[in-house]
């Protein structure tokens, strides 16, 4: 998903931390979480790099496709004003703002950021990105093993201490609707 959203475009249909997100979840070991992180990183700079080729090759034919269109001419151009007045320190810093991400490798090979700049820029924006996100869905993945771990210890507490509050409801409602009938026999 990561190499798709920055390769392909993909990215205002289905971003691509949602999946790291939940792949981050699986993260559940030193070795998962590198494993994960690499692979991640490699995914997303292998997109940047596809999209740096199109830019190059196609260059200001890009501004006007159906998938710069459909992300916004003006994500675009925020995307190539950036290179323009930062060069590929903005493929950096752009790595972590949705949608501009998706824009600015392909904007970058457009506006003939060199490659020798352009790819430490991508890599570390990668390296970045995917620890950014990677550790987010392991740390939620932890968070939710805990929660899972403390309520099933105090599930049977909680279960007992809601039976008597939901009898206690019930009870008090019964009541009330009996005394709330009871009383609108006596008024008529």
């Known amino acids: 998903m990561a190499f798709a959203e920055s390769g392909l475009g993909v990215g205002s249909v289905v971003p691509g931390e949602t999946a790291v997100l939940l792949l981050g979840v699986a ?3 030193p070795v998962r979480f590198a494993a994960m992180l690499l692979i991640v990183a490699l995914g997303v700079t292998t997109g940047d790099h596809v999209g740096y080729g199109l830019g190059r090759r196609y260059a200001d034919r890009m501004r006007d496709t159906r998938v710069v269109r459909r992300l916004g001419v003006r994500h675009w ?4 004003a950036a290179l323009h007045r930062h060069g590929a320190a903005a493929v950096f810093v752009t790595r972590l703002i949705p949608i501009v991400r998706t824009l600015t490798p392909v904007a970058a090979g457009a506006a003939h950021v ?3 700049r352009f ?3 991508s ?3 990668s390296l970045l990105w ?3 996100y990677v550790g987010l869905g ?3 993945g932890a968070s939710a093993s805990h929660l899972e771990e403390v309520l099933g210890r105090f599930s049977w507490l909680l279960l007992a201490a809601l039976v008597p509050f939901a009898a206690a409801v019930t009870l008090l409602r019964r009541r009330l609707r009996a005394s709330a009938g009871h009383g609108d026999d006596e008024s008529r």
């Open 119 to 121: 790819l430490p820029a």
């Open 27 to 29: 993260a559940t070991t």
């Open 77 to 80: 151009d925020r995307a190539t």
């Open 130 to 132: 995917s620890a950014v």
């Open 114 to 116: 060199p490659y020798g």
């Open 123 to 125: 890599l570390t924006g």
């Open 138 to 140: 392991a740390f939620a």
